[in-house]
């Protein structure tokens, strides 16, 4: 196995034993490819790396000597693709788990802070000596130091401080003007009833401080030392919780494990006796093989052997008319399975990977991945260094896997095939061995054809093996191949079941539950569950979470064979709109008004009794719900689209609201429908303004303002507009514009409207050197929001008041409406303009070292939901906040983001970061 370290020592290990004879000139061009695996280098940065202005003659002669004599090491160690020429320089792609910075960042996201800290042997980089390796240095000790900090947080609210003491004190003794570290010191110390020395120690900092820097101490800390004199109770510590260091091990997510499994006789022996600790297993065959039958026994089989989790999810990729699920669902799927809570899971795919591998780290762990397309579909789900076995099921041969074990699957042997008939079928079969064979020879030796087959026979006890043989010769041509064990099986259902069974087939969606169902054939919820219970006894469904029914891939295909649309599709359509009608006004209370469009329904649907019952649904529903929009029939897409934009939008599900809008764009325009297509126009607008795609938020809200005349729709496509000037500081037409919608919204007697309006234009004024005007908008929108119970709308305007204070210079009152506006947004679940908050907290910080911690979190959050604005106004600050601590490599690297997100966004904001990162290039 080979590894790289950068946190100490820069070496290369193969098999654990550290390479020897690499120049020092190469590992420092190794070490910088590695701190940027994935961007591609070019010889010119890596020569400005090395040596900075004071680049000798023969630089890049020197470099090009560096890259070949990496090759050679790598090429000894069996990693020839590890480093990679481009049209643009050089390129390090080490594999997961190769690097220990790597390691150190996945570990310290998933909060295992003391494995993340152990793989530390001394300084980072610590024998290399280049240009760049002051200011990476610094930045990867203060990573180090910041991991230390909230480790030694955990500790202490843990109670653990007497433990704690020896290793705090040789910390600060090593950083002794580290206020955080510090005043964990103190605090350890009072704890522990040692108050005089916890007084000492916070002068000695003090002290340590105003010699070195000339400074005091920040605010937290003088309180802190405070409290300590004052021996303040609050300072005690109170009865804490039991510790818990991850999520909970999980029970066996596996499938039912068929008790009547045979052959795979030389299949199993290299499985199960081969494969004792981790491993990547791909099994690959045609269709109806077995391959998932065989994973899960063989799953079953090893279950003992991995205490830590037995996971299965089924990727979909075979799957006839239906998408693949894509690694970024799939690993929300298995995170979840592992017990990881909901709002731990990141959105973006690489942050998904990166935990999954982190939560795989220390457990012994067994996950199928079933039906998977090709290598690149499961290489995110892939373990990095663990003790995990993986087995993955395909229809493809999955080379693209480097070191993994591939098993081809291949119809059953005469033998096998006869065995497992007759172990389901019993002594019927012993009697009538010709027609067993043909039985078989008709079935194609494939496992599912087989099973089902014989198990039909199993039930009819008049029936023999020759006439079972006759009914399935009967219907060759009709039922060809595996489609007449499907056949065989649909015989035997009732008459309810089989319509059930063919109305499933139109169903769009990956699953359905029984009020979905019973939407779907026009029937009570009781009689669906029924219904759906007798399909999955029967083998013709199966139900991967309580509650919810799927169908494999190929009895879907032969359900949707025999389907016929009775107007199924477009009960369940209407179900899904009046049943997201109903989460709505559940979660939405003060938006009522807006979905009075909706016609009630016809049929009565389950009452949604709690805001959690109906986020609940809503989030199980959601792919279900747009599938069938965009699959189903063209019908009452409008409506849809006007239930559920609140949803979509403020969980920041912006790509489904494209689609939606985008469906409800297309079908108002062919009806001719103004009012439907302006509603379209308007919540696309806001969706791109929401994306930091201004260019389109402003083509799409003009369009609305030529399709209608609604006073109401008209005032949101205005406010778009006029958030799209604001953020592009054209503040005379942003005015303009808010100012016509306000007129609007108070005309129409939209107090909703009027109160969200005044708050952007309160910003607007702000920004004119017009405060008075901008706190008489912002409280007059405050009481407003507050009349029409709308506590999202309250948290906005609590936070633009933040904004108002802080450019008067009020920033302890500018705090701590920022902190009002985050914990309302954090109640309301609402992840995407929390972001906002925390930033515009971090920009009343005043003190550049809590603007660190507060932009940190803001930007985790703005990754999250891909909210580019705030990402860019995040770094921006970060980028500030370091410089003014002295950290300039770590000010110019946020720099650099900020200015690539602004140049994306097309703001002014650009130029004045261009302007910074040139001041910080002189500091």
Request: charge should be negative; glycine fraction near 8%; charged fraction near 25%.
């Amino acid at each position: 196995m080979l590894r790289f370290t950068l946190l100490g020592s820069v070496q290369m290990i193969v098999d654990g034993a550290p390479l020897t004879g690499i120049a020092p000139r190469h590992r420092a061009v190794l070490a910088y490819l590695l701190l940027n695996a994935g961007r591609v280098i070019s010889i010119e940065r890596l020569i400005d790396a090395m040596w900075g202005y004071d680049r000798p003659d023969t630089a890049r002669s020197q470099i090009h000597a560096s890259i070949t004599a990496i090759r050679k090491v790598l090429r000894g160690a069996g990693a020839v693709r590890l480093l990679q020429t481009r049209a643009g320089g050089y390129v390090a792609q080490p594999e997961p788990g190769q690097v220990d910075t790597q390691e150190f960042t996945e570990l310290a996201a998933a909060g295992e802070l003391r494995k993340a800290l152990d793989l530390w042997s001394g300084e980072a980089l610590e024998d290399v000596h280049a240009h760049y390796v002051t200011g990476v240095r610094e930045l990867w000790n203060d990573r180090r130091l910041s991991a230390y900090e909230r480790l030694v947080e955990d500790e202490l609210a843990a109670g653990r401080h007497g433990d704690l003491l020896d290793e705090l004190a040789a910390q600060v003794t090593a950083d002794p003007l580290r206020e955080k570290l510090n005043g964990h010191l103190v605090l350890a110390l009072h704890r522990a009833g040692r108050q005089a020395d916890a007084l000492a120690a916070a002068r000695s900092y003090r002290t340590a401080l105003a010699d070195e820097q000339g400074l005091d101490p920040g605010r937290a800390f003088t309180e802190l030392e405070r409290a300590v004199l004052a021996d303040d109770p609050a300072l005690r510590l109170a009865d804490a919780a039991p510790v818990v260091s991850g999520p909970p091990r999980r029970s066996s997510f596996l499938p039912y494990d068929i008790p009547d499994f045979s052959g795979r006789t030389a299949e199993l022996e290299r499985l199960v006796g081969e494969h004792h600790g981790s491993a990547v297993v791909t099994i690959d065959g045609m269709a109806g093989i077995g391959k998932t039958t065989l994973a899960v026994h063989v799953a079953h089989r090893l279950a003992a052997r991995y205490p830590d989790g037995r996971l299965f999810i089924d990727l979909q990729a075979h799957t006839a008319g239906r998408e693949p699920i894509d690694a970024a669902a799939a690993l929300e799927a298995l995170l979840r399975q592992l017990g990881v809570p909901a709002e731990r899971i990141p959105v973006t795919l690489v942050e998904r990977s990166a935990l999954w591998r982190a939560e795989l780290a220390d457990r012994r762990v067994l996950a199928v991945l079933d039906n998977a397309f090709d290598a690149e579909h499961v290489r995110p789900l892939l373990p990095g260094h663990s003790d995990a076995l993986v087995l993955i099921t395909s229809r493809r041969r999955l080379v693209g896997l480097d070191g993994t074990h591939a098993l081809s699957v291949d119809v059953l042997g005469e033998q096998d095939a006869a065995e497992l008939f007759e172990r389901i079928v019993g002594e019927r079969a012993h009697h009538e061995r010709d027609a067993v064979r043909e039985v078989l020879q008709l079935c194609g030796h494939l496992p599912l054809a087989i099973r089902i087959s014989a198990a039909r026979l199993q039930h009819r006890p008049r029936w023999s093996v020759s006439y079972l043989a006759g009914r399935l010769r009967d219907h060759r041509r009709l039922l060809d191949g595996v489609s007449a064990a499907f056949a065989l099986s649909y015989e035997q259902l009732h008459e309810a079941e089989q319509r059930m069974f063919r109305l499933l087939g139109l169903v769009p969606g990956r699953d359905i539950d029984p009020y979905g169902a019973a939407a779907l054939a026009g029937i009570s919820q009781e009689e669906a569950d029924d219904l759906l219970e007798g399909l999955l006894d029967a083998h013709m469904l199966l139900q991967l979470e309580p509650g919810r029914y799927t169908f494999h891939d190929l009895l879907r295909e032969h359900a949707r064979s025999i389907a016929e649309d009775d107007g199924a599709l477009l009960r369940l359509l209407t179900y899904y709109l009046h049943r997201s009608r109903a989460a709505m006004d559940r979660l939405f209370p003060d938006s009522l008004g807006q979905r009075e469009g909706i016609p009630q329904p016809a049929v009565p649907i389950a009452s949604i009794r709690h805001a959690a019952e109906a986020i609940t649904w809503l989030d199980a529903e959601r792919s279900n719900i747009i599938a069938t929009a965009v699959h189903g029939p063209e019908i009452c897409l409008g409506m849809l689209a006007l239930a559920m934009r609140t949803y979509l939008d403020r969980q920041a599900h912006h790509d489904d609201a494209i689609t939606l809008h985008t469906l409800s764009l297309q079908r108002s325009r062919k009806l001719g429908h103004r009012e439907f297509e302006a509603r379209a126009l308007t919540d696309l607008a806001w969706t791109y303004w929401r994306l930091g795609e201004y260019e389109r938020a402003q083509e799409h809200a003009h369009q609305a303002l030529d399709a209608c005349e609604v006073a109401y729709e008209r005032a949101r496509a205005l406010l778009t507009l006029g958030n799209v000037a604001l953020r592009r500081r054209q503040d005379t037409q942003a005015e303009q514009y808010l100012k016509q919608a306000l007129d609007l919204t108070r005309i129409g007697a939209d107090t909703w409207g009027e109160a969200h309006v005044l708050g952007i234009l309160a910003l607007v004024l702000d920004r004119a050197d017009r405060p008075e005007e901008a706190r008489r908008h912002l409280d007059l929108a405050l009481v407003l929001h507050r009349k029409v119970g709308n506590p999202a709308g309250e948290a906005v305007i609590l936070n633009h008041l933040g904004v108002v204070l802080r450019h008067q210079g009020e920033l302890a009152q500018a705090r701590t409406r920022h902190e009002q506006a985050a914990a309302l947004y954090r109640r309301l679940g609402n992840t995407t303009d929390e972001a906002a908050a925390l930033n515009g907290l971090a920009e009343a910080a005043g003190d550049p070292a809590r603007a660190v911690e507060e932009h940190t979190a803001a930007l985790a959050l703005a990754d999250l939901t891909r909210n580019r604005p705030e990402q860019a106004r995040a770094h921006d600050g970060l980028a500030r906040a370091h410089l003014a601590l002295g950290h300039s490599e770590q000010a110019c690297e946020h720099g650099r983001l900020a200015l690539g997100l602004y140049r994306e966004l097309d703001v002014p904001e650009a130029e004045e970061v261009r302007a910074f990162l040139e001041h910080a290039g002189e500091v």
